[in-house]
Structures are given as C-alpha cells and as structure tokens.
C-alpha cells in the first residue's frame, strides 16, 4: 500500500477545510495503519488541518468512516422508488441497489474502501451496527410497501433481515475481492433469495 502523504500547508490564510476530502484522507489512512490506529489526530495531521477543524465536522471516528451514507440512501430509494414497481420485489431491491453502487453521486473506490476497513476491523464492525441497522430498516421498508405491511411488522423485519443479509454479504464479497465491478457478487447472491409471494 502506498502511504498518506500529509497535505502539505503554505504561508498565509489556511486552506478552507473540506469534509468529503477530510473523510477520502481518513479512508485511506484506515485502510493503510487500521481503523483502530488511525486517530482524528492523525487524520488532521495527514488532511493539514486542525484537529478541531475535524471535530466541527465529524463528531467521532465512526462519523469520518460513514460520511456520505446519507447520499447512498437517497440513491438507494430513488433507485427503489424508479424499480419498485417495474420488478418483482425482490429483483427490484437488488437492482435499486446496483443502480445506487453505479451511481455517479455514490463513487465506489468509497464504498470498497469503508466495506474493506468494516470487515477487517472489529472496533470498525462495532461502528457499523447503527449504519447497517439503518440500511436494514430501509429495506424492510421497500418490503413492507410492496407487500401492504406495517413497516415494523415481524414479517417486514424478517423478509427486510433476509434480503439485507444478501446485499452485505455481497458488497462484502466484492470489497474485499479482485473484480473491479460488483454486479456480479450482487446478481450472485440475488440468485439465492427467495422470498413467498406476497
């Protein structure tokens, strides 16, 4: 692996702090020393800012790993929202999730990189809980629409579990593989869910 080379810092006004640069920084130092050896400190030496600069926008480490999930989630739904009703659901869910993985606003050397740094760190894994249970919910929530349910139903929670368990499982695979694109690990692992009709 190549090192972080810190960002070097001229004379004069300092550079005006940018989060997603700050969060590609920490990514790669996570990736290179370990989720667990890499501080906010160290990412504030290697971005060149102030470590309270980094604090005004990532409250925790965990925060710097998961920034711009929120865009993958909207992705995501717009994506579900577009297929929901074309598809079957099941096929819908996981091409909402292709759509959302080729998707310019969502660029995949980010993906790789947080699923690589989740599932070769433990503290990293403990991190991921809250973000994953989300992205659980979510697609409980597709299934719950499609098939006329209460979103927190046992049946809703189940079916969503089962198809969430597929997708991680899959971008796990492909993070942590040689293929350079995932659909193939996703269209894999689509082919062993089947949900009853609804």
């Known amino acids: 692996m190549t090192a972080v080379a810190p960002a070097r810092r ?45 604090f005004r926008y990532f409250s925790s480490k965990a925060s710097v790993l998961w920034y711009g999930m929120e865009d993958s989630a909207r992705v995501f739904r717009e994506a579900f929202a577009y297929r929901g009703a074309r598809l079957p659901l099941v096929d819908a869910i996981f091409e909402a999730y292709l759509d959302m993985l080729h998707s310019p606003d969502v660029p995949q ?6 699923v690589a740094i989740v599932w070769r760190s433990t503290e990293a894994t403990d991190a991921a809980w809250t973000q994953f249970g989300q992205w659980r919910r979510m697609v409980s929530e597709f299934v719950a629409e499609r ?13 969503g579990g089962i198809v969430w368990s597929a997708l991680s499982a899959a971008i796990t695979a492909w993070a942590t593989g040689d293929d350079p694109d995932p659909t193939s690990a996703v269209r894999a692992a689509r082919a062993w869910v089947a949900l009853p009709p609804p």
């Open 10 to 54: 001229g004379r004069g006004r300092p550079r005006a702090a940018d989060p997603e640069r700050i969060s590609e920084i920490a990514l790669g130092l996570m990736i290179e020393r370990g989720y667990a050896a890499t501080t906010m400190a160290g990412i504030a030496r290697a971005a060149g800012v102030s470590e309270s600069t980094v």
């Open 147 to 159: 098939r006329g349910i209460p979103a927190d139903s046992f049946e809703a929670e189940v079916l």
């Open 109 to 114: 050397v980010v993906i790789r990189r947080r």
